[in-house]
């Protein structure tokens, strides 16, 4: 257990790095938004490929960033139900919910999205705007968020075992961390 926890603290460390500088891509999207739009009315001109620059920008933090928002226990849970509901239950809704219905959502979103990927890197897809960009990168953010959201996953899934098991304690509880008991 200590090996697997070990693992999942470095898949925390991991998915919080990029997280927090998923953060910055919004300020990017934010100045690449704005710009546009002052070059669009102050000047009477702009091109799609700003337009999509921010859809990639937008893509990319919500993507990428469903692992952190897991590791954040941030994702919407029906917390009306789920507060009346003793600790060793929402631990084994918890750990199902992720084993079960989590994971292979994920599997088959990294599979149908790498198809979806590829082909498009494949042909050297464009956009069908005018001036619109390559389409591969933003379609490259599907299989690679589902693929960060399953390895988080998995870190989730190591800790409400060892929660189960008191190996360590609840870290939401605690504010994050694994306060490992010894």
Not at 66 to 76: K, V
Not at 101 to 120: H, K, M, N
Request: proline fraction near 3%.
């Amino acid at each position: 257990m200590r090996f697997l926890l070990g693992l999942s603290r470095r898949i925390d460390a991991a998915d919080a790095m990029l997280g927090r500088a998923l953060g910055w891509l919004i300020l990017v999207a934010v100045v690449v938004s704005s710009v546009n739009a002052v070059v669009r009315y102050a000047f009477n001109a702009s091109s799609n490929a700003w337009l999509e620059t921010q859809w990639y920008l937008f893509g990319a933090v919500f993507l990428l960033g469903a692992g952190y928002t897991l590791l954040q226990n941030e994702h919407i849970k029906i917390d009306i139900v789920n507060a009346r509901l003793p600790k060793r239950a929402r631990d084994w809704i918890e750990l199902i919910g992720h084993l079960f219905f989590l994971a292979p959502f994920c599997l088959v979103l990294i599979y149908g999205g790498t198809s979806f990927f590829w082909q498009s890197f494949v042909s050297k897809e464009y956009s069908s705007s005018a001036g619109g960009l390559i389409l591969w990168p933003a379609k490259l953010l599907v299989p690679l968020g589902f693929a960060i959201l399953l390895v988080q996953a998995m870190s989730e899934i190591i800790k409400r075992i060892a929660i189960m098991r008191g190996a360590i304690e609840e870290p939401h509880a605690q504010g994050g961390g694994h306060g490992i008991i010894e």
